[in-house]
């Protein structure tokens, strides 16, 4: 079988760049959208919640910028990036 030099393969550095790129991309919109909700379009009563959680996800983005760059050191990006789709997947079933 003949090899294929094309740039569309998905194990190329520009296919994989350009995939990642446009996900996130469309990201702080997605986020934007959920925290406008408020309590994700429930109750009044579910505001409460909602702050508490908007509180921790916050606490979450310090220790997440401030040791990020260690953990990217030490497991590598594959896993740095599967970690971090885990918790994005977690924020938006709240």
């Excluded at 569309?8 to 986020?31: D, E, K, M, V, W």
Aim: aromatic share 14%; with cysteine; proline share 4%.
């Amino acid at each position: 079988m003949a090899r294929t030099n094309s740039i569309l393969r998905l194990n190329h550095p520009f296919t994989q760049n350009f995939i990642a790129g446009s996900i996130l991309f469309c990201l702080p919109g997605i986020y934007l959208a959920l925290t406008g909700l408020g309590a994700g379009g429930g109750k009044p009563s579910s505001q409460q919640v909602a702050a508490n959680v908007n509180a921790i996800l916050y606490g979450v983005f310090f220790l997440t910028g401030w040791f990020g760059g260690a953990i990217f050191n030490l497991i590598g990006p594959r896993w740095t990036v599967l970690l971090g789709s885990i918790g994005y997947a977690i924020y938006t079933g709240e």
